[in-house]
């Protein structure tokens, strides 16, 4: 489209609503309403001028706090029109960790959920915040209001010119050590990397995704929707997972992405395997995708899983292939464009075969973390290779298995929990020595947090979970509080985790 064609990430996604306009591109179950690409991209406009009517300027963030909903998506493409930055953030989020997050990215507008605005605004105030508008689930609030008053003008909005180095938005990735990073992406990066995978997966005009997963991370934002415009096809969008509602659905749809807890709780569904059938494709990634899952679905559908293994620094870096052999239990090959090396701890790449730390270049990486460039550094090498903290080799076939991760991170249900950051909530409580946080086998969710507490006095479970009831998102809290007379250490005085991992490893079944 014409008066798109400056901004490079948008001229691509938006080439359907171009060509055409009246293509269906989602139908939002909840509500049973159909909307065409044309119009997503009509909705885009009038954001876009409403945000610029904000005081929005090319490069300004733009955050947003919400349920998922159709509103959300057009204002991640409305923010894009007008050459800002879109920050999506988890809506788990408590209003402190909210506090960090608008403090750290300093945004022109934020939006959140009528529901916390009264917890919101003080914050949003602090952060110096210059407009502060709502978004419910259903799609009202006072954001829709100012994109409703934009009318036709708005919806026919011209693009604000945006280069492929531009960025079009920053995701926050916890740290390892102290504070979250904002992941800072360029037009360059999200492009590139969709229509990688687009092609790889042979998306096209005919598939029709089921969309379950959220939309304030890299897999439902940039690989599930990024992919499904640019291949001109549609979505059943469903506002969360909802295991009978997707089984409920695979025959009128072709394909369906997810993490590894989707894949496990469908299993359990009645009717999976007749419902599957005319399925073309099922997308694992976000978490490893156990051997077993793989096959028990193969089993259950006569599918074999296509897993694939990304990151919010780096988008999609490997896929099992769409032809050839999906080896369960591998995250396959490097896509297109990814160059993958596996290296010892000073970046020396290592033999075939051999264990090492996974480091992966090309335009799908990020363009470092917001106002850190000390950390960008310490996780790039001088030839432009990015350190991923994953471990694992390469085959002689060329496949990829991750086999664990250098980094002290949990990944449960696909979402991150670094053990640092709930210790050091814990350790803050009163009648609190210290504390290790572990990830520990959960069926369901992969891994599951489990804290383990030397207390001065004695304590209760669920007093340290009231603890840090405002303080932590639900889904970092432990689900298990384990007090112990100390922690067990090596010489350095460095806490064994793995002794822990060992001896609490049933604690979830
Ligand atoms: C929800 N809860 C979780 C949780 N999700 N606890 C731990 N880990 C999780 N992931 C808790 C809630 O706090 C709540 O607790 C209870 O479970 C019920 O909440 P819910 O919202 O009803 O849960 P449910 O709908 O069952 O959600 C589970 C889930 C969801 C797995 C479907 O978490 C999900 O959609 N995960 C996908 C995340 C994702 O998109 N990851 C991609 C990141 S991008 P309580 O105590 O209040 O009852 C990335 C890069 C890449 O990693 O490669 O893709
Ligand atoms: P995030 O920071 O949320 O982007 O999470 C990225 C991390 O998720 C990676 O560094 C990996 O540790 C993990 N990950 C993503 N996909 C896979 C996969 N298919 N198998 C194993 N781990 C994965």
Redesign the pocket.
């Known amino acids: 489209m014409e008066k798109y064609a400056g901004n490079h990430l948008a001229a691509i996604l938006a080439r359907t609503a171009g060509e055409a306009p009246e293509a269906l591109f989602l139908e939002d179950v909840a509500s049973g309403a159909r909307l065409s690409h044309g119009a997503l991209w009509q909705g885009a406009g009038r954001m876009a001028a409403a945000l610029l009517r904000a005081g929005v300027k090319p490069g300004d963030r733009v955050a947003i706090q919400a349920q998922k909903s159709v509103a959300m998506l057009e204002l991640y493409l409305g923010a894009l029109l007008a050459g800002a930055v879109f920050l999506p953030l988890n809506p788990?989020y408590t209003p402190a960790e909210v506090a960090y997050f608008l403090g750290d990215a300093a945004p022109r507008v934020f939006v959140c959920d009528p529901a916390r605005l009264e917890a919101l605004e003080p914050v949003a105030r602090e952060a110096g915040v210059g407009a502060l508008f709502t978004l419910g689930a259903d799609g009202q609030g006072t954001l829709a209001e100012a994109a409703g008053a934009e009318g036709a003008a708005g919806a026919g909005f011209e693009a604000v010119a945006r280069g492929a180095e531009d960025l079009a938005a920053i995701l926050y990735t916890s740290g390892t050590t102290g504070r979250s990073k904002g992941a800072m992406l360029s037009h360059r990066a999200l492009a590139s990397n969709s229509l990688a995978l687009r092609d790889y997966w042979r998306f096209t005009a005919e598939d029709v995704l089921i969309h379950a997963?959220?939309i304030y991370?890299?897999?439902?934002l940039f690989?599930a929707t990024n992919i499904m415009l640019m291949a001109g096809g549609s979505c059943l969008f469903l506002p969360?997972?909802d295991a009978a509602g997707i089984v409920e659905l695979m025959p009128r749809a072709s394909a369906l992405m997810g993490?590894p807890?989707?894949y496990t709780r469908l299993l359990a569904e009645p009717g999976l395997g007749a419902a599957a059938r005319t399925m073309r494709l099922f997308v694992s990634?976000?978490a490893p995708l156990l051997a077993q899952t793989h096959r028990a679905w193969f089993e259950a559908t006569g599918h074999r899983i296509l897993e694939r293994?990304?990151?919010?620094e780096t988008n999609?870096n490997t896929s099992n292939p769409y032809e050839g052999e999906r080896r369960p239990g591998t995250v396959g090959l490097p896509l297109p464009g990814v160059e993958l090396r596996v290296c010892d701890g000073a970046g020396r790449a290592l033999p075939r075969g051999e264990i090492g730390t996974l480091e992966v270049r090309g335009d799908n990486l990020f363009s470092g973390y917001w106002q850190m460039p000390e950390k960008t550094a310490e996780e790039m090498r001088p030839d432009g290779f990015f350190i991923t903290g994953d471990l694992g080799f390469v085959d002689t076939d060329g496949y990829v298995t991750i086999v664990g991760r250098g980094k002290d991170l949990i990944i449960?249900?696909?979402?991150?929990v670094y053990p640092k950051e709930v210790e050091e909530a814990i350790d803050a409580l009163p009648g609190v020595v210290e504390s290790a946080v572990i990830g520990v086998p959960h069926a369901d969710?992969g891994e599951?947090v489990v804290a383990v507490v030397v207390a001065s006095e004695p304590m209760e479970e669920a007093g340290v979970r009231a603890g840090l009831a405002g303080r932590l998102a639900?889904?970092k809290q432990p689900k298990r509080v384990v007090f112990v007379a100390e922690l067990p250490r090596n010489a350095m005085g460095k806490v064994l985790k793995n002794v822990l991992r060992e001896a609490y490893g049933d604690l979830l079944g």
């Open positions: 788990a997963l959220p991370h890299t897999h439902g690989v969360k997972f993490v807890t989707f990634g976000s293994y990304g990151m919010t999609m449960s249900g696909g979402l991150n969710l599951g639900r889904f």
